[in-house]
C-alpha cells in the first residue's frame, strides 16, 4: 500500500488507517473481531491504528495492545489521544504512561490532544510544554493534536520550539465538509496532515441505511446524519456513490473513501468492526476516481440539503476514572 509521512517528519503510514474506537461501549464492537479486523488491516498494508485513552475509558487502548502483541509491535504506527481532563503538564506525563501501560508500548508514536481544554482552564502552552517533554525525552515519536481550529493549531505551534504539530484529526467526509473552509488549507499551508474521522459518516456513507433501516442503540442514537430528513437526502448520495461503484467494480463505502484520497495530504481513518469491514477499507486505495467522477460527486453534493450540528465531542466530557 502507497504511504504518506505525517506532516514534515512525523511517522509514514499507510495510505488509509483504522479507528478502533469501535472498541467500547458506545459501539458495541465485538473484541475479537476488532482485532481480526486489525489484523486483517496489517495484512492488507495498514499499519496506522488509532485509538484514545477515553475509548471504553482504556478498553480501546487493550484491544490495540492484544493485536500489537499478536501481530508484532513494530508493524504498527500507534495512535492514541490524550483526553480534555488530562491536559495539565504532570496529568499529562500520568496519562501518556498509563496510555503506553495499556497498549504494551514504550513509545507513542502519534500522541494527539483530542479536544482543545473543553473548560478552558489549561494554557494550552502548559500541554504543549508536557508533550514536547514526552518528544524529548523519546516516549513520542510525534505529536498530533485533533478537533482543533485554525487559531488552536497557531497558539499550539508557537509553544513548539523543538519540533512541529504533524496531524490535525478532524472530522472529514463526503457529507460533512466544514474543515474546507478554514482548517483544510491552513493545514495545506503548514504541512500538517489532515487525519479524517468518521470517513463513512459513521455508516451513512455505506449503502447499508435508509428511511427503513438506520443503526439503533449506539453512539448514532444521537447522530443527526440518520434523521429522517436526513437520511432521505443521503440516500440520494449514496445512490450517485452507487452508480460510480458499479463502474469500479467496487463498493459505495470505498467511493466514498477514494473521495477523501483524492486529496493527497488527507488519511481517512475508518472504524471496522470486523475483518470484512476493514478488508473493504483497505481496498479503497485501489480504486481511485477520475476527475469527471469527482466533478459528478460533486455536483450530487450541491444537490442535497442535509441539516447536521458542527462537531460534538466523541467522548463524555467527564471521563470516568
Ligand atoms: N478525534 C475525534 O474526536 C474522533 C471522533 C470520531 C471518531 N474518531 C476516530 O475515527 C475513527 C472512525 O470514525 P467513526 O467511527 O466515527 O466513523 P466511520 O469510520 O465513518 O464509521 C465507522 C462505522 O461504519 C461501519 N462501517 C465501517 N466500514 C464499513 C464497510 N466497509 N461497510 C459497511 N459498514 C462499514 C461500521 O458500523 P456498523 O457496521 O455498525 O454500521 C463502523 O463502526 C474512530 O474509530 C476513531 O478512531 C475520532
Not at 428511511?211 to 442503540?217: E, L, M, S
Request: net charge negative.
Amino acid at each position: 500500500m502507497d504511504s504518506r509521512t505525517l506532516g514534515k517528519n512525523g511517522p509514514k503510514v499507510s495510505r488509509i488507517g483504522m479507528g478502533v474506537w469501535q472498541a467500547s461501549d458506545l459501539w458495541k464492537g465485538d473484541d475479537e473481531q476488532i482485532v481480526r479486523a486489525i489484523t486483517r488491516g496489517h495484512e492488507l498494508g495498514v499499519n496506522l491504528v488509532d485509538t484514545a485513552e477515553a475509548y471504553g475509558n482504556g478498553h480501546s487502548e487493550q484491544v490495540v495492545g492484544r493485536a500489537l502483541r499478536d501481530i508484532g509491535r513494530e508493524e504498527f504506527v500507534v495512535a492514541t489521544k490524550v483526553h480534555g481532563a488530562n491536559l495539565r503538564y504532570d496529568e499529562l506525563q500520568r496519562a501518556a504512561a498509563a496510555s503506553m501501560n495499556r497498549l504494551g508500548v514504550t513509545e507513542i508514536d502519534l500522541y494527539q490532544v483530542h479536544w482543545p481544554d473543553p473548560w478552558e482552564q489549561v494554557p494550552l502552552k502548559e500541554t504543549m510544554k508536557a508533550l514536547e517533554k514526552l518528544y524529548t525525552e523519546g516516549k513520542i515519536r510525534a505529536i498530533g493534536v485533533s478537533n482543533f481550529a485554525v487559531r488552536d493549531l497557531e497558539e499550539a505551534r508557537s509553544h513548539l520550539s523543538r519540533t512541529d504539530i504533524v496531524s490535525n484529526q478532524v472530522r472529514y467526509n463526503f457529507l460533512q465538509r466544514e474543515i474546507e473552509e478554514e482548517v483544510l488549507p491552513y493545514c495545506r499551508k503548514n504541512n500538517i496532515t489532515i487525519l479524517a474521522y468518521s470517513p463513512l459518516a459513521q455508516g451513512a456513507l455505506t449503502g447499508k441505511y435508509n428511511r427503513g433501516h438506520v443503526p439503533k442503540g449506539d453512539i448514532r442514537d444521537e447522530n443527526r446524519l440518520f434523521a429522517p430528513k436526513n437520511i432521505e437526502q443521503i440516500e440520494k448520495v449514496n445512490a450517485v456513490l452507487g452508480s460510480i461503484a458499479r463502474r469500479h467494480g467496487c463498493s459505495a463505502s470505498q467511493v466514498g473513501l477514494s473521495w477523501l484520497l483524492a486529496n493527497q495530504m488527507v488519511v481517512p481513518i475508518p472504524g471496522a468492526k470486523n475483518e470484512a469491514q476493514a478488508e473493504e477499507n483497505a481496498g479503497s486505495t485501489k480504486h481511485l476516481l477520475t476527475n469527471a467522477e469527482l466533478t459528478e460527486l460533486d455536483t450530487a453534493y450541491e444537490l442535497v440539503d442535509i441539516d447536521y450540528l458542527p462537531t460534538v465531542p466523541d467522548v463524555p466530557i467527564e471521563l470516568v476514572t
